[in-house]
C-alpha cells in the first residue's frame, strides 16, 4: 500500500513564513543601526556599501601611497607559525594517543583536538622555562619543538592509523572555506595596533624574551595576570630568534587558534551530533562573524579562550553520549571500510581532556573560570550520567594541570592566586597593589548598575548595537531557541536520536544563559568580554536555520546567509581602529609606516638614545626597538618613585639625578594626551603627580632638558 505523503499544516506554514519575515525585519534594524568605528564617514551599517563607490581609495589603503606590493615575504612567519602548529599537533596527538582517546574520534576532531591541547601543553612549558630563567634560550626552545615535528613526519612515513584514516569533504565546501579564510590569511601576519595588544598583552612577552625571566612585573599589572594564550607569541619570537618577526609568527598562530580551528571543531561537532549541514552552517556562522574576525586578526585573545571553552564542552558531550563511536580500520585501502562501531564504555580520557582545555581557557583569562570550568563541573554532578565522585576529582585534577601554575606564580611572588583580583581576600604581600589601586579597578571593572535603563542598553547592545555583530547570529539563535522550547513544550520527541540532540541543545543554552547572568553581574559588561561564548552561539544558530524544510523559510536563510557573508568580507577589508588593513605593503614598509608607528616612536628608533627611554603615559610600548621601560596606568609609576618623597615633597636635583642614572635612564617621553584619556570620566585613571609643572620645575633644576617639542620628551642632564 501506497502511503501518501504528509503535507505540511497551513499554520505552520504560517509560523515560518512570519519567522522568515521576522528575519528580515531584524535585517533592517540591524543595518539602520550605525556602526561606531566609522561613524564619521556613514551614518549607518547599509551605507558602508557607499565606500566601494572610489575603488581607488583601496589600492592605497591596501597598497600605501605611492603603491607597493609584496606578498611573499610572508612566508617565513607563516612557515614559523606552521611549525608551531606542527609541534602542538605532535605533542596534541601522542597525549591522546597515550590516553587511549583516539579511537573515539574521527580523524577531523583528531586533529582539533590535537592542536588545541598541544598549544596548551607548549604555554604551559614556556611558562616552566620562564620561571627557571630559561625563557630567552631559543635552541631550548627550538629543539623542544622539533621533537614531535620530527614525530609527526616520522609517523606520517609509517602510515599509522592517523593517517589512514579519512573522509571526503564536499569540494562545494572546500571551495566556500576558501573564499571565507582569504581575509584572515591577508591580515593574520600584519603588525598589531590595536591598544590593548600593543600595551598589554605584547611589551611583557617582548621583556621575556630579552630576558629569559618571567617572574612578578612592577610595570604592568595585565602581565601578572595568567598569559597562556600570549605565550603564542613568545613560541614564535623563540623559533624566529627575533622579538618583532616572532611576534608576528605568534600572532598567526593565535589567530589560527581562534578561528580557523573553533570553525573546524563547529563543523566536526555538528556532523557528529546533529547533520552535515548544521556544522556547515555553524561554522560559517561562526568565521563570519565580525567580532571573530576582528579579535583573530588584530592579536586580541578572547577566541582562543572561545576555542579552549568550546573544546572544553565538545569533550564532554562526547564523554556523555550514551554510546561512543570507535573509529576502526579494516583495510587502509579503502577509506569507506573506517567505520564506527558502538560501545559503551566511557573513557576517561575525554573527561580528563574536558578539563583541561577548560583549565586551558582559564590559563588566557580569570573569568574562563566562570565561564567554562564552573558549568562544566556542574554537568558533571548534575549531568545526565551517573555520577561519580572520580569523575568530578579527575576533571578538577586536569584543570589544574592546565592552569594550576599560573595560579602558583601569583601565590608565589603575591600571595594572591588569582592577582590582582580578591584583594581583599588574599592582599598582596608585595606591596604593589594598594586599597586605592583596588578601589580604582574595582570601580571601572564592576557592573555599572542594576537598573531598567542599564539593562536595557545592555539588551539592545547584544541583540544588534554591537560593532562587531554578525546580521545572522542573533535572529537565527532565537529562532532556534524559540523552536526547542516548542518542542520541549509539546513533547513530541519521545525517543530516538532527535530528543537527544534537544538535551544536547538545551544543555548549550543553558550554559549560554549561565555566562551572559556572570556577564551581566559580575563584570564590566563590555561586550568583547563574551566572545568566549560565539561557537556555542553558533550552535544554536545553525539549529535555528534548520528548523523547517518550508521553502519561504529556506529562502530567507540562504539570502540572510549571503548577506552575512558579504557583511563580514566588507568589514574585513575596511580598516578600523585598532585594525591593520596594509594587506599587500612589504613587511619592512610596514614596521616604520606612519600610519601604524607613532611619530615619537619613530623618532626614537631612528634615533636612539644613549640610555634607556622611560615612557609616561605612552604603555604601547611594542613597536620601540630600544630599551623602554614603562607602567600602566594602574601601577606605581618609576618617574614618581624617583621623584618624590613619600611624604609627597620633591627628592633633591642630585638624588634624583643619581636614581634616573641607577636606572640608566636617558631619555623621558610623557604623552599628555593619553594621560589626559585615561583622567576623563569614567577611564581608568592616572596619578596626579604627573603635571606638566613637575617637568618645568626639574627642567628649571637643571635635571632635565627639552628634546624637541616643549614638555614631551626630554633629556636627563649629567653633572659635569
Same mark, same amino acid.
Given at each position: 500500500m501506497k502511503h501518501k505523503r504528509r503535507q505540511p499544516s497551513s499554520s505552520a506554514d504560517l509560523r515560518f513564513f512570519l519567522a522568515a519575515v521576522g528575519l528580515v525585519l531584524y535585517l533592517f534594524l540591524f543595518f539602520q543601526s550605525p556602526f561606531g568605528p566609522l561613524a564619521a564617514f556613514v551614518s549607518c551599517r547599509a551605507f558602508l556599501l557607499t565606500l566601494f563607490l572610489n575603488p581607488a581609495v583601496f589600492v592605497e589603503l591596501w597598497c600605501g601611497d605611492p603603491v607597493q606590493f609584496a606578498i611573499l615575504d610572508r612566508l617565513?612567519?607563516?612557515?614559523?607559525?606552521?611549525?608551531c602548529l606542527l609541534a602542538a599537533y605532535g605533542l596534541g596527538h601522542f597525549t591522546l594517543r597515550i590516553t587511549c582517546v583516539t579511537k573515539f574520534l574521527d580523524p577531523l576532531e583528531r586533529f582539533v583536538f590535537s592542536t588545541a591541547i598541544g598549544l596548551s601543553l607548549f604555554s604551559t612549558l614556556l611558562l616552566i622555562l620562564g620561571l627557571c630563567g630559561l625563557a630567552g634560550q631559543c635552541w631550548l626552545v627550538r629543539g623542544l619543538t622539533m621533537i614531535p615535528v620530527l614525530s609527526v613526519f616520522l609517523f606520517t612515513a609509517k602510515g599509522t592509523e592517523s593517517t589512514k584514516k579519512g573522509m571526503k569533504i564536499p569540494y562545494s565546501l572546500l571551495g566556500l572555506s576558501f573564499l571565507l579564510v582569504i581575509p584572515y590569511f591577508l591580515a593574520f601576519p600584519l603588525p598589531p595596533v590595536e591598544y590593548d595588544v600593543v600595551s598589554y598583552h605584547l611589551p611583557g612577552v617582548k621583556e621575556t624574551f630579552l630576558t629569559g625571566d618571567f617572574g612578578f612585573r612592577t610595570d604592568s599589572v595585565y602581565t601578572n595576570m595568567p598569559f597562556g594564550a600570549e605565550m603564542y607569541f613568545l613560541w614564535g619570537m623563540l623559533l624566529y630568534g627575533d622579538w618583532y618577526h616572532g611576534a608576528l609568527a605568534g600572532k598567526i598562530v593565535l589567530g589560527f587558534t581562534g578561528s580557523l580551528l573553533p570553525s573546524l571543531a563547529l563543523f566536526s561537532f555538528g556532523r557528529r551530533f546533529f547533520t552535515n549541514t548544521i556544522g556547515v552552517i555553524a561554522a560559517v556562522l561562526y568565521l563570519t562573524t565580525p567580532w571573530v574576525y576582528y579579535i583573530s586578526v588584530t592579536g586580541l585573545i578572547d577566541c582562543a579562550v572561545a576555542t579552549y571553552l568550546f573544546l572544553a564542552v565538545y569533550a564532554l558531550a562526547v564523554f556523555q553520549s550514551p554510546n561512543q563511536f570507535l573509529w576502526t580500520t579494516e583495510s587502509t585501502e579503502n577509506p569507506k571500510n573506517a567505520v564506527p562501531s558502538v560501545v559503551k564504555k566511557k573513557p576517561p580520557g575525554l573527561l580528563f581532556f574536558s578539563g583541561f582545555l577548560a583549565g586551558s581557557a582559564v590559563s588566557c583569562k580569570y573569568p574562563a573560570l566562570l565561564f567554562a570550568v564552573v558549568p562544566l563541573a556542574a554537568a558533571i554532578v548534575f549531568g545526565s550520567f551517573s555520577y561519580k565522585f572520580r569523575?568530578?576529582?579527575?576533571f578538577f585534577i586536569a584543570v589544574l594541570l592546565a592552569c &594550576?601554575? @599560573?595560579?602558583?606564580?601569583?601565590? +608565589?611572588?603575591?600571595?594572591n592566586p588569582v592577582y590582582p583580583l580578591l584583594y581583599n581576600v588574599f592582599g598582596d604581600r608585595? &606591596?604593589? @597593589?594598594?586599597?586605592?589601586?583596588? +578601589?580604582?579597578?574595582?570601580?571601572?571593572?564592576s557592573p555599572s548598575g542594576f537598573t531598567l535603563a542599564s539593562a536595557s542598553d545592555s539588551t539592545t547592545q547584544l541583540l544588534w548595537k554591537s560593532d562587531y555583530h554578525s546580521p545572522a547570529l542573533v535572529p537565527l539563535t532565537l529562532c532556534g531557541l524559540i523552536s526547542l522550547f516548542f518542542r520541549y513544550k509539546n513533547r513530541r520527541n519521545v525517543k530516538g536520536v532527535q530528543k537527544k540532540e534537544d538535551r544536547l541543545l538545551f544543555a548549550i543554552s543553558v550554559h549560554l544563559f549561565f555566562i551572559l547572568l556572570c556577564w551581566w553581574f559580575l563584570t564590566h559588561r563590555m561586550d568583547r568580554f563574551l566572545i568566549p561564548v560565539l561557537p556555542l552561539v553558533a550552535i544554536l544558530a545553525a539549529g535555528g536555520a534548520v528548523i523547517s524544510s518550508n521553502p519561504v523559510w529556506k529562502k530567507t536563510v540562504l539570502l540572510v546567509l549571503g548577506i552575512t557573508i558579504a557583511y563580514s568580507t566588507l568589514l574585513a577589508i575596511l580598516p578600523q581602529p585598532g585594525k591593520y588593513n596594509r594587506f599587500f605593503l612589504p613587511m619592512q614598509a610596514m614596521r616604520t609606516d606612519p600610519h601604524r608607528v607613532l611619530p615619537w616612536t619613530q623618532y626614537y628608533n631612528e634615533n636612539p638614545p644613549p640610555g634607556t627611554l622611560l615612557l609616561i603615559g605612552e604603555a604601547k610600548a611594542f613597536d620601540f626597538a630600544v630599551p623602554?621601560?614603562?607602567?600602566?596606568?594602574?601601577d606605581d609609576s618609576l618617574f614618581e618613585l624617583i621623584v618624590k618623597e613619600k611624604d609627597g615633597s620633591f627628592k633633591p636635583p642630585e638624588e634624583i639625578r643619581r636614581l634616573f642614572r641607577e636606572h640608566g635612564i636617558s631619555d623621558i617621553y610623557v604623552d599628555w594626551g593619553e594621560i589626559a584619556r585615561f583622567r576623563s570620566p569614567g577611564n581608568y585613571g592616572f596619578s596626579e603627580f604627573i603635571v606638566p609643572q613637575v617637568f618645568d620645575r626639574l627642567v628649571r633644576q637643571g635635571v632635565l632638558i627639552h628634546n624637541g617639542k616643549e614638555n614631551e620628551a626630554f633629556r636627563v642632564v649629567e653633572r659635569k
Open positions: 617565513p612567519l607563516f612557515l614559523c607559525a606552521a611549525v569523575n568530578f576529582v579527575l &594550576g601554575l @599560573w595560579f602558583g606564580k601569583n601565590a +608565589a611572588f603575591t600571595g608585595t &606591596g604593589t @597593589w594598594t586599597p586605592e589601586k583596588n +578601589a580604582r579597578w574595582t570601580r571601572v571593572h623602554v621601560l614603562f607602567s600602566s596606568c594602574f
